[in-house]
């Protein structure tokens, strides 16, 4: 992963996107795509499914699951909310550009 002065190049499933992102908010960007990059990988690993595309989408719905889980049992903050909002809106427009 690199930095860019307007933004970051992030790797994910062997594919580089550079994503516009505050500078504050680089290191979450990173962390989130090498998060999602090894979800993505785990689940491409274990044969059950097939393509990039539907990698994402089982990524997202076990990360989405985690994130439910976590504020059912409260254990989420407003800031940790907040910045995971925008992590997901960076995600979504990286694999709108795939």
Do not use: W, Y
Not at 6 to 26: L, N, Q, W, Y
Not at 46 to 75: F, H, P, Q, W, Y
């Amino acid at each position: 992963m690199k930095t860019v002065p307007d933004g970051v190049t992030v790797s994910i499933m062997g594919k580089e996107f550079m994503v516009a992102c505050p500078e504050g908010e680089r290191e979450a960007l990173v962390a989130a795509a090498t998060f999602l990059d090894r979800k993505m990988r785990e689940i491409q690993e274990s044969g059950k499914v097939i393509g990039t595309e539907r990698c994402a989408i089982m990524a997202a719905l076990n990360i989405a699951n985690d994130l439910l889980d976590l504020r059912r049992r409260g254990t989420t903050t407003p800031d940790v909310d907040q910045k995971l909002r925008f992590l997901q809106t960076k995600i979504d427009a990286v694999l709108r550009h795939e």
